[in-house]
């Protein structure tokens, strides 16, 4: 789990909609669980590849030699039980915030059979569902709100500039009756 999350009083590196209320916290803390069990992948990937003979190596894999092949395998199996129990905390604790919230089971639906979840997690719901807007994850959707909004102000600040341009193109009544 990230130190972030860990310590409640400094969130100072995450995005503030994630220190809104416990349950956000323990989202976000989820989603960390998530990238942390891509790393445990990748550490139980490469420490296989240093097992291997290293006659068997390909001249791109960039795998150490000799006795720092054993350093490294020692150092990625460390990192890997430090991830794993990382992550079995973090979800003994998201489930112990399900209980304490006393969540019945039957709120908490399973994904329709054949779901894919999409590859940048959760997203916001849409009423249409489009297939562009399918795979969009949270980030993409506040990137997309705040484009709108800076063109929003963009259109407004060129709306005045115009309005502004032709205010004194238009005479007056008094430069009018001079004429």
Sequence with gaps: MSPAVEQEGDLLDIDPIWTTSRTAR?????????????????????????????????PDDNLPQGEERSEQFVLEVSEYFERLDSIQGAIRSSLAHIRHARIAPSAINAPPPGFIPPSLGVGLPHAGNTQSKKNRGLQEERIERDAWKGILQALSRLKAAQDAADQPSQPSEADEMQE
Aim: no cysteine; charged share 20%.
């Design 26 to 58: 323990q989202i976000y803390a989820l989603g960390e669980v998530e990238k942390d069990i891509t790393r445990l992948l990748s550490l139980a990937a490469s420490s296989i590849s240093l097992l291997t003979f290293p006659q068997t190596d390909e």
